[in-house]
């Protein structure tokens, strides 16, 4: 896309210490990303849900490794024993000690489980997409939060600016209409109306001044950082000259970040669904380990005993009829996709309204902005033209005060409509998925 520079009348912008905004770090909106990819906190929560998604993919929780145990047993026993074995004797002893140890491995193994295991795993590698995309779907949300507020600063700056060059002109008024009184051609009235109007435009520079700082704060916030630290602002924006709607709308169905969550939702419920089917299925499973056991007795008909060695097992299962319970996961699993893919088809329709919105949005404030812009020169043309009058006398104080608010408002209208239009570029570049590209 080319690309057009419109510059605000001051680029960059630093308050002077009597405004108790003395500024300490320049901040553009690139720096101002980077902080915010390694600092914030819902984007490190993101990342870590990431991480737990890949864990939950891995071969580890796959159903494919096979598990081994390892046991043992010690027991030993003192108590009174007394056998009788009839004509072989009677066995009698207090105190009988017996001694019985074992240990031993168990290894075991799934050999088919009806699939289950299979598209469990493609389940997770699709729930990792997932986190993915909602991942995205953070960071675009804080950046386009970062970024709405820069610009908001930056307004902010320009209005504050503005608002010096009015008080400026309001001394100059009044230093002019004190002059003119003296010379009997201006009343106290007017001195005094000069005053009021100067006073006024004191005020509403504290504002604007109180208004920044709390703006600055919460930027700060959106970065984890010190809420109070001071940065200046550049206040550039660049306009993108031409943008299609057929094109945003093209590359949304394609890239916006919700659309491709729904549709991965459907994979999702797909996989579930065959996985429930599994339950019809039979299962097969092969055993294998090794034991050993010894055992010590004082009395009785075997006074030592010790086995050991190794064994091994294939077992099939097959729960022919589980009393319907998988019949109804299974039709359970089917009608939750199609509700998935209900919410894709909805997706897609609102995705197409969103896009023609945002699209009607940023071609109007573009049309604004131009008109704003052409508002802007002329009552630049017409202060001028009022101060030579105000100047030669040819003009009331009254009407030359209108024409300084009339500049400054028409100023503040055209900085207003310059950040909107950029919000307004932004919102449609983020439906249409090139967002994180932008930045």
Do not use: C
Not at 107 to 112: A, G, P
Not at 160 to 165: C, D, G, L
Not at 296 to 304: K, R
Not at 349 to 362: D, G, K, P
């Amino acid at each position: 896309m080319k690309k057009i520079i419109i510059l605000l009348m001051m680029p960059l912008v630093i308050f002077a210490q009597e405004n108790s905004l003395v500024q300490t770090e320049v901040l553009t909106i690139k720096e101002a990303v980077a902080i915010a990819m390694k600092e914030n906190h819902d984007i490190k929560i993101a990342r870590n849900n990431i991480s737990i998604a890949e864990n939950n993919a891995g071969i580890m929780n796959s159903g494919y490794m096979p598990t081994l145990g390892a046991k043992g047993a010690y027991n030993y026993k003192n108590e009174d024993v007394y056998q009788n074995f009839g004509s072989r004797g009677v066995a009698e002893q207090d105190g009988a000690q017996s001694l019985n140890y074992n240990y031993g491995v168990a290894l075991n193994y799934r050999v088919f489980d009806g699939m289950s295991r299979f598209y469990n795993s493609k389940k997770f590698d699709s729930r990792l997409t997932v986190s993915e995309l909602q991942a995205r779907a953070t960071i675009e949300n804080v950046l386009m939060q970062l970024i709405v507020g820069y610009y908001q600063i930056a307004n902010q700056v320009s209005r504050y600016e503005n608002q010096k060059r009015t008080i400026d002109i309001s001394k100059e008024r009044l230093l002019k209409i004190k002059t003119q009184a003296e010379f009997g051609q201006a009343t106290k009235l007017d001195v005094l109306k000069a005053e009021v109007d100067r006073n006024k435009d004191s005020i509403n520079l504290f504002k604007i001044e109180n208004s920044l700082q709390v703006l600055q704060r919460n930027f700060n916030v959106v970065l984890s950082r010190d809420v109070h630290t001071k940065f200046i602002v550049d206040t550039n924006v660049i306009i993108s000259k031409q943008i299609s709607e057929t094109e945003m709308l093209t590359l949304a169905q394609s890239k916006n970040v919700e659309y491709l969550l729904a549709q991965q939702n459907v994979l999702i419920a797909s996989f579930d669904t065959a996985s429930k089917k599994s339950g019809y299925m039979p299962k097969i499973d092969i055993n294998g380990g090794y034991n050993y056991v010894h055992q010590d007795n004082e009395v009785g008909f075997m006074l030592e005993s010790e086995s050991q060695g190794y064994n091994a097992s294939a077992i099939l299962s097959w729960n022919i009829f589980d009393g319907g319970r998988t019949h109804t996961q299974v039709q359970n699993a089917k009608i939750l996709e199609l509700n998935a893919e209900e919410r894709v088809f909805n997706q897609e329709n609102n995705l197409e309204r969103m896009v023609s919105n945002a699209y009607v949005t940023y071609k109007n404030s573009k049309y604004i902005l131009k008109a704003e812009e052409t508002n802007m020169e002329t009552n630049k043309l017409n202060y001028s033209y009022s101060k030579e009058k105000f100047s030669l006398g040819l003009i009331t104080s009254i009407d030359y005060r209108n024409a300084q608010v009339n500049l400054q408002n028409s100023i503040n209208q055209y900085n207003d409509a310059k950040f909107t239009a950029k919000i307004a570029e932004l919102q449609l570049i983020k439906l249409a998925g090139l967002f994180m590209q932008e930045m």
